[in-house]
Nanobody
Framework: QVQLVESGGGLVQPGGSLRLSCAAS????????MGWYRQAPGKQRQLVAT?????????DYADSVKGRFTISGDNAKNTVYLQMNSLKPEDTAVYYC??????????????WGQGTQVTVSS
């Protein structure tokens, strides 16, 4: 029904930058929110940032990434981005895209991407 496809992960040195992208496709009627979560080895998945796909485009960030990461969205492309600057080794994790989406058959659901690895290491 709905697919979320992430791209942009990789290996970067501490202090470097990466930009993640996530495109939603399928029987989408409307997107309420999209966001990024991450999961490090041995840890629970945690929220990184979310954005509302409304006129306000309000955003929320985890305290650990405020001032370093920026989430943005493109309603026309059903795409969300995560610009990550000043990366630290503790940012190393698999990053997952999430979307709360109303489908054309008028059902609301939470959808997840397959995950993309981000490794911050010298």
């Amino acid at each position: 029904q709905v697919q979320l496809v992430e791209s942009g992960g990789g290996l970067v040195q501490p202090g470097g930058s990466l930009r993640l992208s996530c495109a939603a496709s399928g029987i989408i009627f409307s997107i309420y929110t999209m966001g990024w979560y991450r999961q490090a080895p041995g840890k629970q998945r945690q929220l990184v940032a979310t954005i509302r796909f409304t006129s306000s485009s309000s955003t929320d960030y985890a305290d650990s990434v405020k001032g370093r990461f920026t989430i943005s969205g493109d309603n026309a492309k059903n795409t969300v981005y995560l610009q990550m600057n000043s990366l630290k080794p503790e940012d190393t994790a698999v990053y997952y895209c999430n979307g709360r989406i109303l489908t054309s058959d008028l059902r609301t659901g939470d959808y997840w991407g397959q995950g993309t690895q981000v490794t911050v290491s010298s």
